[in-house]
């Protein structure tokens, strides 16, 4: 084996490591300065829980992931019949696929969330 190898080896084992161990450090120092802005807050005499409530209006980030998941499966699945039988050129098929039905599937999220708005503002 080669420097050159040896090096690429070595870089490749060290990525994920430094990745992990990165993101760790992030996160520890993210928990560490949320933990201080909210001493100073009591400090100050303002109640923290007023700024970490969660929204109630806007929850449908799940809704849209899932139907844009299922929509980019379906758009795989129908990529692959429409290679195979037409015999076009691998990427083509697959992305034009995966493309349409995962602008169907968010187009599909949004008209569910508009009709989730509207039975909200009648009842309320």
């Known amino acids: 084996m080669d ?34 802005e909210r001493m100073a807050m009591i400090e100050k005499g303002v109640d923290p829980s007023l700024f970490t409530k969660k929204q109630q209006g806007n929850n449908s980030g799940p809704l849209r992931a899932s139907l844009l998941l299922i929509g980019a499966g379906i758009g795989l699945i129908l990529g692959y019949f429409l290679e195979a039988s037409t015999g076009m050129e691998a990427p083509l098929p697959y992305f034009s ?17 508009e009709k989730k708005i509207k039975e909200e503002d009648r009842r309320g």
């Open 3 to 36: 420097d050159d190898s040896r090096f690429v080896e070595a870089l490749a084992i060290m990525i994920p490591i430094i990745s992990v161990v990165g993101a760790i450090i992030i996160i520890v120092y993210l928990r560490k300065f949320q933990n201080t």
């Open 97 to 113: 696929m995966l493309f349409i039905f995962g602008g169907l599937g968010l187009g599909a999220a949004y008209l569910v969330e």
